[in-house]
């Protein structure tokens, strides 16, 4: 799966080895000799990507530079380089959501291969953010009425409790629900219930 390697080293002919190496491998790189240099050129994470970063670089380190892109809302996945493992550095950088700790020198096989997972794992996220803002921009085009509607039928409650609970008749209810199931395009209760469940209306506390 092609993709765009963010490589953030201040060892130069570090850069350039592990450039040449993604690149043979059918990869787009962009290398940055500091942290400052990736947050003034801050990668867009519209497309695949990640970021292979060194623990200890100049400036901001690594985990710091790795704090600050949390911060700015980035969804790129970053992949750690180091040349000394250091557990507490790890521990803390997995946790924070790092893809995986990588400790130099490493081979091309184990790179590729965490490489790949990464982006892999960039564009499965990706992928399901625009679903759901494709789900929310549907369930945008639901009037009040059609949205209680809607709540109610992943709650379990049938049309004659609807209607009760809305003090409406089971026709009209009926009526809502087939547009409910149009305007969210789903052919069956149990997509429905899927589709409210991705979009948070199940979430515990909302009964």
Same mark, same amino acid.
């Given at each position: 799966?092609?993709?765009?390697?963010?490589?953030?080293?201040?060892d130069?002919?570090?850069?350039?080895?592990?450039?040449?190496?993604?690149?043979?491998?059918?990869?787009?790189?962009?290398?940055?000799?500091?942290?400052?240099? /990736?947050? &003034?050129?801050?990668p &867009?994470?519209?497309?695949?990507?990640?970021?292979? /970063? &060194? $623990?200890?670089?100049?400036?901001?380190?690594?985990?710091?530079?790795?704090?600050?892109?949390?911060?700015?809302?980035?969804?790129?996945?970053?992949?750690?380089?180091? #040349?000394?493992?250091?557990?507490?550095?790890? $521990?803390?950088?997995?946790?924070? #959501?790092?893809?995986?700790? %990588?400790?130099?020198?490493?081979?091309?096989?184990?790179?590729?291969?965490?490489?790949?997972?990464?982006?892999?794992?960039?564009?499965?996220?990706?992928?399901?953010?625009?679903?759901?803002?494709? %789900?929310?921009?549907?369930?945008?085009? /639901?009037?009040?009425?059609?949205?209680?509607?809607?709540? /109610?039928?992943?709650?379990?409650?049938?049309?004659?409790?609807?209607?009760?609970?809305?003090?409406?008749?089971?026709?009209?209810?009926?009526?809502?629900?087939h547009?409910?199931?149009?305007?969210?395009?789903?052919r069956?209760?149990a997509?429905l219930?899927?589709?409210?469940?991705?979009?948070?209306?199940? &979430?515990?506390g909302?009964?």
């Open positions: 799966m092609p993709g765009l390697v963010h490589v953030v080293d201040d130069a002919s570090f850069r350039s080895a592990i450039e040449r190496r993604l690149k043979l491998a059918g990869y787009d790189v962009a290398t940055y000799a500091s942290a400052r240099e /990736l947050l &003034d050129r801050l &867009d994470d519209g497309k695949a990507g990640c970021i292979l /970063l &060194d $623990v200890c670089i100049p400036g901001l380190s690594g985990p710091e530079l790795q704090n600050r892109l949390i911060e700015l809302g980035s969804t790129l996945p970053i992949v750690f380089l180091t #040349g000394h493992a250091d557990t507490p550095t790890t $521990v803390r950088a997995i946790k924070a #959501g790092a893809e995986d700790f %990588l400790i130099k020198p490493v081979s091309s096989e184990q790179l590729l291969d965490v490489i790949g997972r990464a982006l892999a794992r960039h564009e499965a996220g990706r992928d399901y953010h625009r679903k759901l803002e494709s %789900l929310r921009a549907l369930a945008a085009t /639901l009037t009040p009425r059609e949205h209680q509607v809607f709540d /109610l039928i992943v709650r379990g409650r049938i049309n004659k409790q609807i209607a009760y609970d809305l003090g409406t008749t089971e026709r009209t209810v009926k009526a809502h629900r547009q409910v199931m149009e305007k969210m395009k789903v069956s209760l997509e219930v899927s589709v409210a469940e991705r979009l948070g209306m199940l &979430d515990a909302k009964a």
